[in-house]
């Protein structure tokens, strides 16, 4: 995240000055948040707000803000949404994190509608500053990346709240189309850790009679995530049984299917 600078919207513009100062506190202690590394969720919350009240009221300006964030600045309101959807992400990451599974969930529903709002901002460009409209900020397939990787992470907190194939398999599918929609995410690990876990639920959903493609699946979970003691005991079960009783050929035909763009739309729509 960029450090900001702050604004005194009670200087610059003509209206209610109670609450443009209220404006320009809270994107202070916004600002104190990202410099002391704090989650500063609740008070960010408040100042998009008061941002959005201020740009929705009959204010005017006796000069432009300057919104600075980092080594970039405009005069654009739009820029300013945009960086406060992003730290209202960050942050619902962070608070999901450090909760329990099913204290997370709406943490995780509300990061991914952050960044689908933020989506919804940039459609309302009609002119981008060209210092700026490089930045990954200001792409869509950005957010929708981000969007798409917290919507696997809503998926992969409900396998830990109960481990089975549905979750996981959703939650590795969406990992895989995030990686391919913005390549800058760094999720390789989230990739191999997911694909694994949903390739053992998989193995568990076939019978015995199927004995050598539960070997070879467990057989790729296991180059993808060693260090799991449970894909470690399956392998081996699996394995000796097919050794011993069943001699089937180690070979499968179960493969996990990818996702699309209109998939993770019509998933979206019912994440809740």
Same mark, same amino acid.
């Given at each position: 995240?960029?450090?900001?600078?702050?604004?005194?919207?009670?200087?610059?513009?003509?209206?209610?000055?109670?609450?443009?100062?209220?404006?320009?506190?809270?994107?202070?202690?916004?600002?104190?948040?990202?410099?002391?590394?704090?989650?500063?969720?609740?008070?960010?919350?408040?100042?998009?707000?008061?941002?959005?009240?201020?740009?929705?009221?009959?204010?005017?300006?006796?000069?432009?803000?300057?919104?600075?964030?980092?080594?970039?600045?405009?005069?654009?309101?739009?820029?300013?949404?945009?960086?406060?959807?992003?730290?209202?992400?960050?942050?619902?990451?962070?608070?999901?994190?450090? &909760?329990?599974?099913? %204290?997370? *969930?709406? @943490?995780?529903?509300?990061?991914?509608?952050?960044?689908?709002? #933020?989506?919804?901002?940039?459609?309302?460009?009609?002119?981008?500053?060209?210092?700026?409209?490089?930045?990954?900020?200001?792409?869509?397939?950005?957010?929708?990346?981000?969007?798409?990787?917290?919507?696997?992470?809503?998926?992969?907190?409900?396998?830990?709240?109960?481990?089975?194939?549905?979750?996981?398999?959703?939650?590795?599918?969406?990992?895989?189309?995030?990686?391919?929609?913005?390549?800058?995410?760094?999720?390789?690990?989230?990739?191999?850790?997911?694909?694994?876990?949903?390739?053992?639920?998989?193995?568990?959903?076939?019978?015995?009679?199927?004995?050598?493609?539960?070997?070879?699946?467990?057989?790729?979970?296991?180059?993808?995530?060693?260090?799991?003691? &449970?894909?470690?005991? %399956?392998? *081996?079960? @699996?394995?000796?049984?097919?050794?011993?009783?069943?001699?089937? #050929?180690?070979?499968?035909?179960?493969?996990?299917?990818?996702?699309?763009?209109?998939?993770?739309?019509?998933?979206?729509?019912?994440?809740?």
């Amino acid at each position: 995240m960029n450090n900001t600078h702050p604004i005194y919207f009670e200087r610059i513009l003509e209206g209610d000055n109670t609450q443009l100062i209220k404006a320009s506190e809270l994107r202070r202690k916004v600002s104190q948040s990202i410099e002391y590394k704090n989650n500063g969720y609740d008070t960010c919350l408040q100042y998009y707000a008061e941002l959005q009240n201020i740009m929705n009221s009959n204010v005017t300006c006796k000069e432009q803000p300057l919104f600075i964030w980092g080594d970039y600045s405009t005069t654009c309101w739009l820029y300013e949404q945009l960086n406060i959807l992003t730290l209202l992400s960050h942050w619902s990451i962070e608070k999901a994190v450090d &909760n329990t599974p099913k %204290d997370a *969930k709406d @943490w995780y529903l509300k990061s991914v509608r952050y960044e689908m709002d #933020a989506l919804t901002i940039l459609k309302k460009y009609l002119w981008k500053d060209s210092s700026i409209s490089n930045l990954a900020i200001m792409q869509d397939r950005f957010h929708l990346g981000k969007a798409i990787l917290y919507a696997s992470d809503y998926y992969y907190n409900m396998y830990n709240f109960k481990e089975c194939l549905e979750p996981i398999r959703r939650s590795y599918q969406l990992t895989e189309l995030a990686s391919h929609v913005w390549k800058g995410l760094t999720i390789d690990d989230k990739l191999k850790t997911r694909k694994a876990l949903a390739l053992r639920q998989l193995a568990h959903r076939l019978t015995d009679d199927d004995c050598g493609q539960r070997v070879a699946l467990m057989e790729e979970a296991n180059e993808l995530l060693p260090s799991d003691i &449970n894909i470690s005991n %399956d392998l *081996k079960r @699996w394995r000796g049984q097919n050794d011993s009783v069943y001699y089937h #050929a180690v070979e499968t035909d179960k493969t996990i299917n990818v996702l699309c763009l209109h998939d993770f739309f019509q998933i979206l729509s019912t994440m809740k």
